[in-house]
């Protein structure tokens, strides 16, 4: 009996498909605006990983990536608990006025990490980036457990977040943003009894979780 006919890889439509959403977002994805680094950032390494980078503007991504990054706008705002990240998108870059925190960040760690992995890979020299504002206000969502929250605001804490951290730190090549041994004996919490790691201590393993790690 011959074997079945393996299917090829559709590359061409690939690179068609990451260009687009390189360029602009259809309109169920453009919805999603807290999102858009993140979406970025798949459709960037999707153009990385089947060597189609030259096909985009790697300029403009880079400046448009670097518009969403937060600055303290004075020296006495570093010590005000802030993070001082990049934002997730437009929107999350302005005041709201139902937003209890009247200095309105929204910083998000997901996002950071979204954006400069998406500024590295399109070759944009991360030295020119302020490090030690972002590294040093990072290390403001680091938790006691040595979990890190995702915003200054508050949110859940789990590994994804931990993950994220140190990411960032290695692209950076600097490790102050993190208390390193309490962030490894969070993550050591969170190893279940088969071997694998759940998101937060005593959970079931996930894949995602022992992946990260």
Known sequence: MAEPEQPEFARERHVLFL???ASELPAD???QEVNHLTLAYFA???LSLLRELDSVNKDQIAKWILSFQV???TDNELDNGQFYGFCGSRTTQFPSTNMKDPCHNGSHLAS????LAILKIVGYDLANIDNKVLLSSMRNLQQPDGSFMPTHIGAETDLRFVYCAAAICSMLKDWTG??????????LSCQSYDGGFGLVPGSESHGTASFNL
């Open 19 to 21: 260009e687009a959403m």
């Open 29 to 31: 994805y453009a919805s």
């Open 44 to 46: 960037v390494a999707g």
């Open 71 to 73: 600055h303290p706008k």
């Open 112 to 115: 950071t990490y979204s954006a």
């Open 178 to 187: 993190m208390d390193k041994e309490k962030a490894k004996q969070y993550i």
